[in-house]
């Protein structure tokens, strides 16, 4: 079983959006007893919270199931469970790194890395901009699923 966490800020908008869209996607290509998918955060201001509603919102317009969730922190021992760590963006990574006490194992990614792009993925709590988080985070999502399957 190939083990994803998908890891940002507060673990309330891209991560846990990131989380809902991959579970679907699995879903959809009947992969689900192939795949664990979690997500969290590198820090410990949302802990216990339940996803943004605009996170919420967005997934209900695309009729993507949201994934019972409240937010977690990433730790230590997640970098030596999981497979992929996937964090949005560049400031996300350097705190994995930091949590993880390195990667030396090669494990943790930027979302858009599968997508070709550096670019972080758009978050949304800066912007309101959903929308745009929703299309970084379908892309990369499909993107990696296509790399995993592929390999």
């Known amino acids: 079983m190939l083990k994803i966490l998908f890891v ?3 673990n309330i908008c891209r991560s846990t959006m990131a989380e809902s869209v991959m579970t679907h996607l699995v879903l959809q290509r009947h992969l689900e007893n192939q795949f664990e998918i979690a997500s969290a955060a590198t ?5 216990g919270n339940s ?3 605009g996170t919420v919102y967005k997934l209900r317009e695309v009729g993507i199931p949201l994934v019972p969730h409240r937010a977690v922190q990433m730790t230590k021992q997640d970098y ?4 992929y760590l996937i964090g949005m963006d560049t400031a996300n990574i350097r705190n994995m790194t930091r949590i993880a006490g390195g990667d030396s194992a090669h494990k943790i ?6 997508a070709g792009s550096d670019r972080d993925v758009a978050d949304p709590w800066y912007t309101g901009d959903f929308d745009a ?3 970084d ?3 990369g999502c499909q993107m990696l699923l296509n790399h995993i399957v592929a390999q």
């Open 51 to 53: 996803p943004h509603y």
């Open 43 to 47: 820090s410990r201001e949302e802990i």
């Open 137 to 139: 985070v379908i892309r």
């Open 109 to 114: 990614y930027k979302l858009l890395s599968f």
């Open 133 to 135: 988080t929703y299309q």
């Open 8 to 10: 940002c800020h507060g």
């Open 80 to 83: 030596e469970y999981f497979d």
